[in-house]
């Protein structure tokens, strides 16, 4: 070996120290994806009968306001009479809606049958009191093509929020949901004045009875209102009980009966105070008629005043809720008397 010459390099390891399968991969490519069975179609009911929601219109509720009822429709496909089920009625969570226990201490499931004859049908609450079982109940589908429908009572407690929902009904195998529920502040309404006519005081009618009118903006019913009224100032009228002490509030529905509510007067006897009134107005544009009893001063003067010209027309203020008007417009005539 020269003597300016390297040294040889280590001997290296062969191959054959480091075997490589010849099984082993040798591309970084990825693996062919699984393909995945298509999903099984899911079978439908075979009741012999279908549920589809209540309505229209919407169930309306307000705020800690009156009850509505939410409910489906049912129509038989089958050539059978159908048989007696069990119903159960769930109620959505976290939207403050309660059942609503009417005329007792059960909560109840009506079934308006095809010939319109209604039967209800006591439920079972569940522990937390959201949902309801009702167990033998007849659908009123006697035949194919008879249709029928079922609802239970429902509010929005003061805890519940504006929103959308719905309950859901499960009769047997077949479930829906029910008529939309909207959740709402308060169902609005508008105040009119009454009238025409206006309304006359003279000697021989010395009593009349302003008012006002009431009407529904929107669905579900209105809560009760406080209704305040108050007389103009110096313009000689004063309230007039009718049939005993306590002065009423009389609110006429949209079928013509009459509801008297008490109230009670100011120190002054200028304004009159009714807490709760119905205002019996449930659906989109109905109305109602709102007055109280009222009589001219003058009509307990001893003598008429024939020379005395017609006094300007005057109004009392009704405040109903947060909502007011001006009354039919009151004319005291002293000229005839």
Partial sequence: MPENASPPPAEAPTPAQTPISAEAPTSTEAPASIETPPPTEVP?????????????????????????????RMESTGDEPVPPLDVYVALPRGMGLDFHAEGGTNCLLTVLNTHGKATTYPGTPSPDGHSLTF????PGLPAKGAKST???????????RPASTGLT???????????????????PFSVFPGGPPDVTLDHDHPVGYPGVRVRADDDGTVSPQDVYVALPREKGLRFFAEGGPNYGLTVQDRQGTQHVFPGHASTDGQALLFPGVNLFLSGTDT??????????ESADAPQPDLSAPPKEPT?????VGVRTARSTPVIVDARPW
């Fill in 315 to 319: 109004a009392l203020t009704f405040c």
């Fill in 44 to 72: 439908t009911p075979t009741a012999p009968f279908t549920v589809t929601p209540g309505g229209p219109p919407d169930v309306v509720l307000a705020v800690g306001g009156e009850t509505g009822y939410p409910g489906i």
């Fill in 169 to 187: 009904f499960c009769l047997g195998e077949v479930a829906a949901s029910s008529t939309p529920v909207r959740i709402v502040d308060e169902i």
């Fill in 135 to 138: 167990q033998g109940v007849d």
């Fill in 287 to 296: 109305e109602s008629t709102v007055w109280v009893a009222v009589k001219a």
């Fill in 150 to 160: 079922a609802w239970v009572a429902v509010t929005a407690t003061d805890s519940a």
